[in-house]
């Protein structure tokens, strides 16, 4: 049974703070890995996605993959409270389908 | 370009009853993925379609089913509903990213 795992949090973090968000997942055949972000009664959105090892950046994001260690995890700098969400990451399955973890909340305040 | 569009975005079904549920793809995107999104269990992959074929599936009952039509949009039907198939269902369109449309709500009373 293909797993990913979060920390459910909350995770708080003061206004331009970095908050740094963590998962690992269990097949070691997964090959792509993305970040969303769900906003309260809203559908997930992309914001990151990764396939090779080490750092991919945009903008106040960057993503970190460690196929080693089965470990990907999502920083944002200078976090604002538009930040304030719940972040899904997750794995492929198997042709585009994807398995989810379900996801930290992150609260940023101000 | 338009982004992924579903109906209904809201729904009230009786236990017992079926539901058909429509989404519409990015255009140019051909991979449809159906989820349900519970607060218990979280996003769950039902099923995805490419190309009019069911390509993958969950590990859901029988009662949820999906077609993918010549287009590239899909619908997903759910028979004999229960109380437990209240839930967000979520439809995403893909090449190689999944984008996600905004959702159905459905509540079954």
């Known amino acids: 049974q293909k797993e990913v795992e979060q920390n459910s949090g909350p995770l708080s973090v003061p206004e331009g703070a970095i908050a740094s968000l963590n998962c690992t997942y269990s097949d070691r055949v997964s090959q792509s890995f993305f970040w969303y972000r769900q906003y309260s009664g809203k559908s997930p959105e992309l914001i990151m996605s990764i396939y090779s090892n080490g750092d991919k950046e945009d903008g106040r994001f960057t993503a970190q993959l460690n196929k080693a260690s089965q470990y990907v995890s999502l920083l944002i700098r200078d976090s604002q409270p538009s930040d304030s969400a719940t972040y899904l990451c997750a794995v492929n399955l198997a042709g585009t389908a994807l398995i989810f973890g379900k996801g930290t909340t992150l609260s940023v305040s101000s | ?109």
């Open chain 2, 1 to 109: 370009k338009a982004g992924v569009t579903q109906t209904p975005r809201y729904l009230i079904k009786t236990r017992g009853q079926q539901v058909t549920l429509s989404c519409s793809p990015i255009s140019g995107h051909r991979s449809v993925s159906w989820y349900q999104q519970t607060p218990g269990q979280g996003l769950q992959f039902l099923f995805e379609y490419f190309s009019e074929t069911q390509r993958n599936k969950g590990n859901f009952p029988g009662r949820f089913s999906g077609r993918q039509f010549s287009n590239s949009r899909s619908e997903m039907n759910v028979s004999t509903l229960e109380l437990g198939d209240s839930a967000l269902y979520l439809c995403a369109s893909s090449l190689n990213e999944q984008y996600f449309g905004p959702g159905t709500r459905l509540t079954v009373t």
